[in-house]
Structures are given as C-alpha cells and as structure tokens.
C-alpha cells in the first residue's frame, strides 16, 4: 500500500470505529447523554478548537461525525492526506469523549490519566515560555527493546522534556522503574491509540488559553501548534493504519513523526531513524529543540526534570532542618577582593561520618561578587538556591531562608554524593544564570551546631529582616521605573505584563526586583524598564509612557492599560495565572479564585470557566488575571474601590494572604480582621447566600457605589 493508501484506510478505519462507539452510546444512553471532558472549559478540545462547534451530548457527536467524514477526501495530494489525519484526531476525540461520557472515570483502573485538565497546561505555561520544559515529546507504540525505550525517556527527562507514554510503552517504562508523574515530567495518558487525542488537546488548547485563537479557525490552530508548540512524536514497533492516519494528523499540527521502522520518509515530517540510540538526537534535531548543557562534576544527575521528586521516609539518608535540626540559607554580596572564586569549604562533619539516618544541623552561605551586582539582587538569587538543589537527583529541597528542609536519598549517597557538591552546583549555576552579575562565587556550608546558631544571629537573621524592611518600603510611589514583561509572548504575542513593586507579574513569578534583576542579566531581554511618567490618573493607574510601552510590546494590539483598574482597559492576561478576578454585580464585589481550586465558585463557574473568560493577551473588563501576592495591595482594582470588593475566595487562598489583607484593610478603612468578612466554600457558594452572609456580617462591599 502506498502511504496515501495507507492514511485513507486508516482515517477511514477511526471513522468507522468512531460512529460504532456513538451508536452503541445512543443505544445505551439516548442522545440527550451530556458528554465532556473533567475541568475545561472547551469541550470538546479538538472539535470545538477545529470547528468551533461546542458538543454536548451524544447527539451532537453525529454532526462531529460529519466533519470528520468530510476531512476523508481520497486523493493522491499531500494537503488531503493531512487533512485526513486531522480526521483521524476528530474520530478519536469522538470515541474517548464517548468513554467519559459512559463512565465517571474511564481511566480509573489504568496507569494513564487520560484526559489533562485546564489548569494543569495554565501551570505548565511558564516553564515552557522561559524554556526550563524545552519541548514536549509523545511516545507510542511498543518498542522491541524496552532498555531502550527507557533509555529514551530518562533522556529526556534529563534534559527536562515533558514526555507523554501511549500504549505499552507505559508497561515498558514502569517494568524498567522509570519514575512517572507529571512532577517528574514523564505522563502516561493512555493504552488506546485514541488516547493520544489528550495530548492533541494539550497542544490545542494551549492556543485558545494563550493564544487567543478564534474557535474555527483551523488554519491559525495549525500555524500556532507548529510555530509555538515544541511537540513531536517517536513510534515504537510496527504501525498499523490507524497509527499512521493519527501520524499524518500530528505532521498536520506540526508536529514530525520518527519512526524505528522503515516509513516512507518525508523530511522534516516522517522519519526513521532504526537506531533508538540516536532517536532523540534526530527527534530534537527534526523539531530544533535546542537544550542547554549543564556540566557539574557531581556523581549523580542533574536536571529540571528531578526538581519535583520527593524522598520518602524511608528512602532518607541525611537530613536537615523540619523537625530535627536547624537549616537555613542566604546569598550574600561581597566585594570581588573578599571572595576566592569557586572556594567551597565545610566546617562540621560530613554526612559519611555517622551511620545512618543522619540528622544535621546546616547553614549554606553563598557569597556572591560582581561589578553589576546588587544588593536588591540577593533574594533573587536566593530564592533560585530552592531549585538549584532540588534539579539535583536523590536530593529535595523544600522552603527557603530558615526554613528549609534537605533531604538526601540513600542512593545519592552510595553514588557518592556528600556535602562539598551542594556547593559545586550552587558555584556551577551561579554562574551559569547569573553570570551578567555574578564574576566570582563560593560557598561556605556549615554542619557545627554552635557555629550555624551563631551565623544565623550574626549574618542570616539580620539580612533577612533589612530585605523584609526594603519589600515593605516598596510601593509603586517608591520607584520611578516600572517594567515590561514579555516572556510569555511565545505563547501569547500580544500580551505584555506590567510589573510594579505591588503588583508583580500575574504568573506570580516575577517581582519588580526579579524584573529589574532579569533587565540587568539580560539587557535586550525580555523585561525593560519603563519609566512613570505622563500620569493621567493615579487611582486608576495610568500613565503615557506606560501605555507606550504597552502599545509597542504588544505590536499595537493594547494601546491603553491602567494598572489599578479590572473595568477600564484592564491588563491583558497570558494564561499562566495564578489567580482570577470576575466580577458579581448582584454582590456589587469580585470573586477571586485561585488556579488550585476545583469547584464551581459563586458566578457558577470553576477557575478554568472564568479563566477562559480572559487570556491570550485581550483585555476583558470585568475579569482579570493576577498573581497571588497582588490581593493585599492598596492598588487591587483601586479604580473600583478597592480589596474592600473582594466578597469571596477559597479558602485555602484567605489563609495564604490573610495577615497583609487584614493589615490593608485596616489602613484603608479602618477595618479589623477584614478577611474574615470575606465569604469562602465553607460558608457559601450560592450567590444569595453569599449575599446573605455579606449582608450578616456588614461587608463593606454592600456600601460602595454600584460596581456597574
Ligand atoms: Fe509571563 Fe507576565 Fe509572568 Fe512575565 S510576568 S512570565 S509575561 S505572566
Ligand atoms: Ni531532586
Ligand atoms: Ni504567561
């Protein structure tokens, strides 16, 4: 069979299995039988992305059936045999959107996950756009060597892919103890062929949530998936008709097909490569995924892929701080002439010199000198200490300052890992992340009880509390520059975050200082200053220089931004989010949700429904998507009254910014104990009794003029 041939016979294959599913459903169920996939607000993905047509129940799956059957034009033209493929994706949503739609949790009793939820691809956002995930490989099939399967997927792991199994080679990565998870960036979604529709889905929504595509516009979804979604697919084994249809569908999104058979080759797009020891050179050559090399003379791995391993009890060999000892850690600025560069000394015992579990007491201090470095730059690179140490493999680091906690596995230290290589790689990525500022570094770990009691008073103690002093003196009044934001336009090109000391990036991961940091690392980077001048209006946070800086960041697609406001010319937002803003006008109030909450809030919606509401760089008045630390600021939405809007969020999210909102309040309105005042899903969550409970307890929301 010819390869055309081949595609036809397998998207007609998917095609029939596809309106077999749907009828012997509708037998079952009826076609009012609601289908959709768990925690998105896009069901279904690939249809709804493709087509723009929304399905919602059985009966709706036989239209979707008639855009796939359309997709099959038999012809010998390279066009349609693509097209075919994307048959092939339609057919196989349709029949794992049947799954779900029988079944609560199709994918219960197997070791894949099946469908991805929305707020797992908004948390892999900014890993992908700063490249810490340099690319997204699929697997599928069974390979003959399950050595080298496995080989394959540490690979990339290592080189901190994010890899999708289907098929046995779930099997074969677990038989040979790969460890899965999508903290360790290795996922396995599903045995059925049609389960790699998930990760098409991935990919496709990823252009609705960050890439504002218009739902229908099939031409744009296949420009952004090949242009911004790093993706591509290995095959293991023979391919069968249907596999190489779902193939033709991947070359189609962009994505190339390297087989470790003999195909039919077509460059750039389907190859073989029979070695699997060189498959994920071709694989990253062929999708010119570029990986940073990072060479440090330690005994075990080093890698962005081990930063969410955890060490369990049991597996412990040294440990430091938590409940039995003392741990602390600070980065500090020297002059050049204080500091012999790459010097890593310890003072106390090391970790080979008492049996084990070995409990230690530890203070890290990582001296820092440079002609551009500054003082304001210090928890900058503090904070980056966490990952640092936890890319390491065998090794967990939880918290910062002091209270970090350490622990190292009983397989690092046989591989020989002990104390002085904390301090190679802290020396190593110093360095390598920070080399604009950072000329000479070294590292001093101590593990003596008196002397980590006595530097914690002397030196970390008294630093830590200048850098609180210096974060609460910055306002946005303290400071005449504020800066731009544009990491995330590979995913989202028109939008631009504006970062201020109060309101940091809306990911949650940039400050202002990290902002100004990244400006003097990267001058031509992707953080510039802006500096704060035409003020128009100060409640509402508007600027001509800023509005400049705007409109040509976002190539003319945002021309007019105040930072204070969520009604008028709000900030545009990404994706990546770590918290929502909507507005309830019957409460005359906002809720804010955060991306880790997974019930329906009191606008009838769940944080991935009103995530879609915004994103992808547009301005939508009424939602807003901003950091975490934003909440307690005098300036949240300061153009509409105020934090003393906020009428409702999780719980979990009071909790976490409780203290500075109260402390907020007070000074606004000399209010005490504000946030309790707030209504969360252990009070309410139907709007009138969220009302109710605002009117019960005088929420000061009630009183302000209405919202709109
Ligand atoms: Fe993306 Fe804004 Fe965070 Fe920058 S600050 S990484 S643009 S969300
Ligand atoms: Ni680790
Ligand atoms: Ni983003």
């Known amino acids: 069979m010819s390869l055309f041939d081949l595609i036809y016979a397998g998207s007609n294959a998917a095609w029939g299995l596809a309106e077999q599913t749907v009828a012997d459903a509708i037998q079952q169920k009826g076609k009012d039988q609601k289908v959709a996939f768990p925690s998105t607000a896009y069901s279904l993905p690939v249809i709804y992305s493709a087509t723009g047509m929304k399905i919602n129940t059985l009966g709706d799956l036989e239209t979707a059936l008639g855009v796939a059957k359309s997709l099959i034009v038999e012809e010998e033209d390279l066009g349609k045999a693509l097209n075919a493929g994307l048959s092939t994706a339609v057919s196989a949503e349709i029949i794992e959107s049947v799954k779900y739609a029988l079944q609560e949790d199709p994918y219960e009793d197997e070791p894949g996950i099946g469908f991805v939820p929305d707020p797992v691809i908004r948390s892999l956002g900014v890993p992908l756009v ?17 050595e080298e399967l496995a080989a394959i997927v540490k690979d990339y792991q290592s080189k901190g892919l994010l890899t999708f199994l289907v098929g046995k080679t779930i099997d ?6 790969v460890k899965l998870g999508l903290e360790m960036r290795v996922i396995p ?40 979604v790093p993706a591509f697919v290995n095959t293991f084994g023979p391919l069968n008709e249907v596999v190489v249809s779902a193939g033709a569908g991947a070359i189609a999104l962009g994505f190339p097909v390297i087989a470790d058979i003999d195909v039919p080759e077509v460059p750039g797009a389907l190859l073989t490569q029979k070695d699997r020891s060189l498959t994920v050179k071709t694989s990253l050559e062929t999708r010119e995924i570029k990986i940073k090399v990072k060479e440090i003379d330690i005994p075990v791995a080093f890698a962005a892929a081990f930063e969410g391993e955890r060490i369990r009890k049991d597996a412990v060999y040294a440990e430091f701080g938590s409940k039995r000892s003392k741990a602390w850690e600070l980065v500090v600025m020297k002059t050049p002439d204080e500091i012999e560069d790459h010097q890593i000394t310890l003072t106390g015992p090391d970790i080979d010199e008492t049996d084990p579990p070995v409990y230690l007491p530890l203070g890290i201090v990582v001296e820092v000198a440079g002609k551009n470095m500054e003082e304001d730059f210090e928890p900058v690179l503090e904070r980056r200490l966490h990952y640092f140490i936890n890319y390491i493999e065998g090794i967990m680091h939880i918290g910062q300052r002091n209270i970090a906690w350490i622990r190292i596995s009983k397989d690092a230290f046989e591989k020989g890992f002990r104390l002085k290589h904390f301090g190679e790689v802290l020396y190593a990525m110093m360095h390598e992340e920070f080399g604009t500022v950072v000329d000479k570094c070294a590292v001093h770990i101590y593990t003596d009880l008196s002397k ?25 009044e303290s400071v005449d520059t504020f800066y731009t934001c544009l990491l ?25 200082l990290d902002a100004k940091a990244t400006k ?24 001509s220089e ?38 309830v006008p019957e409460a005359n109030g906002v809720v804010i949700v955060n991306r880790e909450f997974g019930a329906t809030t009191p606008v009838g919606m769940t944080f991935g429904e009103l995530a879609s509401m915004t994103g992808g760089g547009v301005q939508t008045p009424g ?30 999210l009071k909790d976490d910014v409780r203290d500075r909102l109260n402390k907020t309040a007070k000074e606004l309105y000399d209010i005490d104990n504000f946030t309790d005042m707030i209504c969360d899903e252990t009070i309410a969550t139907d709007v009138e009794d969220v009302i109710q409970f605002l009117s019960e307890v005088g929420h000061p929301a009630l009183d302000q003029d209405p919202i709109m």
């Open 546 to 583: 800023v509005n400049k800086a705007v409109d040509t960041a976002s190539q003319g697609s945002v021309s007019r931004v105040s930072l204070y406001s969520i009604l008028e010319d709000p900030m545009t937002s990404c994706g990546c989010f770590e918290c929502i803003c909507g507005i």
């Open 623 to 652: 939602f807003m998507g901003h950091g975490r630390h934003f909440i307690a600021s005098k300036k949240f939405m300061a153009a509409e009254g105020g934090i003393g809007r906020i009428i409702w969020m999780p719980k979990e």
């Open 172 to 177: 074969q990565a677990m038989e040979q103890d």
């Open 520 to 543: 003097e690392l990267d001058p031509t980077g992707a953080c510039q200053p802006v500096s704060k001048e035409g003020l128009e209006d100060e409640t509402k946070g508007i600027w």
């Open 488 to 512: 995330c336009q590979s995913f989202a090109p028109a939008h631009v975050c504006v970062v201020t000391p109060e309101r940091l990036g809306l990911c949650g991961a940039v400050s202002w």
């Open 452 to 476: 980590v009691e006595e530097l914690e008073e002397s030196l970390a103690f008294p630093r830590y509390r200048k850098r609180d002093e210096r974060l609460a003196s910055l306002t946005d």
């Open 130 to 146: 700063t490249g810490d995930i340099p690319g997204i490989a699929v697997l599928l099939g069974e390979s003959e060597s399950p």
């Open 189 to 228: 979604i599903g045995y059925d062929v049609t389960s790699v529709i998930h990760v098409v889905s991935v990919a496709v929504r990823a252009a609705l949530i960050f890439g504002a595509l218009k739902p229908g516009d099939l031409a744009g979804l296949l420009e952004y998936t090949k242009q911004r």
